[in-house]
């Protein structure tokens, strides 16, 4: 059973940053989404932990960093050049197989945080 634990979620303004962590117990591959109000959930990044590599959606590209420390069983978002469209409840997810930006692959998730970006 993987535990997923999220925390950095908040209110900043527009062009502000933000560092989600999603502290997750095993070797799996994590994926972070979100979900804005009245809106389908969607991909954001997602990060293999068997090579390291990083995946991006094009509407986080050259903002977004994710990242992991493996010591610390932790993956991070970096989250920079924030826009008020970037406000949604933000989640981490896991799997133990290959990485993929399909949320359906992924089996455990997180409780979700909060990112509101103001104009």
């Known amino acids: 059973q993987v535990q997923l634990v999220e925390s950095g979620g908040g209110l900043v303004q527009a062009g502000g940053s933000l560092r989600l962590s999603c502290a997750a117990s095993?070797?799996?591959?994590v994926g972070w989404f979100r979900q804005a109000p009245g809106k389908a959930r969607d991909y954001v990044a997602a990060?293999?932990?068997?090579?390291?590599?990083?995946y991006y959606a094009d509407s986080v590209k050259g903002r977004f960093t994710i990242s992991r420390d493996n010591a610390k069983n932790t993956v991070y978002l970096q989250m920079s050049s924030l826009k008020p469209e970037d406000t949604a409840i933000y989640y981490c997810?896991?799997?133990?197989?290959?990485?993929?930006?399909?949320?359906?692959?992924?089996?455990?998730w997180g409780q979700g945080t909060q990112v509101t970006v103001s104009s």
């Open positions: 997810a896991a799997r133990s197989g290959p990485v993929t930006t399909v949320s359906n692959s992924y089996y455990y």
């Open positions: 095993g070797r799996v591959s």
């Open positions: 990060i293999s932990m068997s090579s390291g590599s990083t």
